[in-house]
C-alpha cells in the first residue's frame, strides 16, 4: 500500500474516484443508445436511408485518426513512467493534434450537413420522413456530446502537458496523466460504438 | 501484485493492439458493403466489441488493475444491454 500513496497523495483512490466517473459517463451514453436502438428498431429503413447522407469514408478515418490517439496517449505514459520525460512530452502533444484533428474533420461534415440545411428543426429537415428526422436528431446530439468530450479531452491534456513541462507530473508522480488518460481512452471507447452505429447501417 | 501494478506495457503490444483495431475498423466497413441484411447489425457491434475489449484490457490498462474495475465495466455494460433488450422487447412485441 505505501507505494500507492506519495506526497500525500493517494493514487489508489484517485484511480477508483476515476473509473467512478467513467462508469458514469458509460450510463450517459447508455441512455443515449437506448433511444437510438428503440427508435432504429421503429424505423429501421428510414435510418438507412439517412445514414446513406454520412460518408463512411470520412467516418473511418476519423475512427483511425481517434484509435491511434489513444495510442499516442498510452505510449506517453509509458514513456514517462520510463523517465523519457521528452519523448513523453512528443507523445502528449500528438495526442493533442490528433484530437485536433478529430474535431476538424467533424467541424467539416458538420458544416456540410448544415450547409444543406440539415440541421436540428431546420425546416429542410423536418420535410424529411420522421425517421430520418429522427436519426439526424441523435446523430448531432450524440457525436455533439462526443465532440465536447473530445474537446474537453484536449483542454485535459494541454494542462497535463503544461505540468508535465512544469515537473509537477513526473515518473514519480504521474496518477494525473494516468486519469486524464483513461478519459481520453473513454472518448476512443464511445466513438468506436458510434461510428458504425452511424455510419455502418445497412 | 505490486510487480502487476507497475507493469509498464512493452511499445509492441500497444503498436500490435493499434493494428488489430485499424484492421477491425477496416473488416467493419467492408463487411457493410457485402450486406449481411439483419446480421449486419450483429456484426458491427461484436467488433465493436472486441476492440472495446483491447481498449480497455490494453490501453486503458485493467489488465494490471485490481479486478474491482473490470467487475464493474462488465457490471454497466450489463446494465445497458439488458435495459436495452427489455426496452425493445417491451416496444416490438407489445
Known amino acids: 500500500m505505501k507505494d500507492t500513496v506519495l506526497a500525500g497523495r493517494d493514487t489508489a483512490g484517485a484511480k477508483l474516484g476515476m473509473w467512478l466517473f467513467l462508469f458514469t459517463e458509460i450510463l450517459l451514453f447508455g441512455g443515449m443508445f437506448l433511444l437510438y436502438a428503440v427508435d432504429r428498431a421503429k424505423h429501421a429503413a428510414e435510418f438507412h436511408a439517412a445514414a446513406e447522407g454520412l460518408n463512411r469514408f470520412v467516418g473511418a478515418a476519423n475512427t483511425i485518426i481517434l484509435l491511434t490517439s489513444s495510442l499516442t496517449m498510452a505510449l506517453s505514459i509509458a514513456e514517462l513512467r520510463s523517465g523519457r520525460r521528452e519523448r513523453s512530452l512528443m507523445f502528449q502533444s500528438l495526442t493533442i493534434l490528433f484530437g485536433c484533428i478529430f474535431l476538424g474533420v467533424k467541424y467539416f461534415e458538420w458544416t456540410a450537413k448544415i450547409g444543406h440545411g440539415i440541421f436540428p428543426d431546420s425546416p429542410e429537415l423536418m420535410k424529411l420522413p420522421k425517421g430520418q428526422i429522427l436519426f439526424y436528431g441523435l446523430y448531432f446530439v450524440m457525436t455533439g456530446l462526443h465532440g465536447v468530450h473530445v474537446l474537453a479531452g484536449i483542454v485535459v491534456l494541454v494542462f497535463m502537458l503544461i505540468s508535465t513541462i512544469n515537473r509537477r507530473i513526473t515518473h514519480h508522480d504521474y496518477v494525473r496523466i494516468e486519469n486524464s488518460g483513461l478519459y481520453w481512452h473513454l472518448v476512443d471507447l464511445i466513438w468506436i460504438f458510434l461510428f458504425p452505429l452511424f455510419y455502418l447501417i445497412t | ?94
Do not use: C
Not at chain 2, 15 to 43: D, M, P, R, Y
Open chain 2, 1 to 94: 501484485m505490486e510487480n502487476e501494478k507497475n507493469h509498464i506495457i512493452p511499445y509492441r503490444t500497444f503498436l500490435f493492439v493499434l493494428a488489430g483495431l485499424i484492421t477491425l475498423t477496416i473488416i467493419s466497413v467492408t463487411l457493410t458493403q457485402i450486406s449481411l441484411g439483419t446480421l449486419t447489425v450483429a456484426a458491427a457491434l461484436l467488433i465493436a466489441a472486441v476492440k472495446s475489449f483491447f481498449v480497455l484490457r490494453i490501453f486503458m490498462h485493467l489488465k494490471f488493475e485490481t479486478r474491482m474495475f473490470s467487475i464493474g465495466v462488465v457490471a454497466v455494460t450489463l446494465l445497458i444491454t439488458v435495459v436495452i433488450i427489455i426496452t425493445l422487447l417491451d416496444y416490438l412485441f407489445r
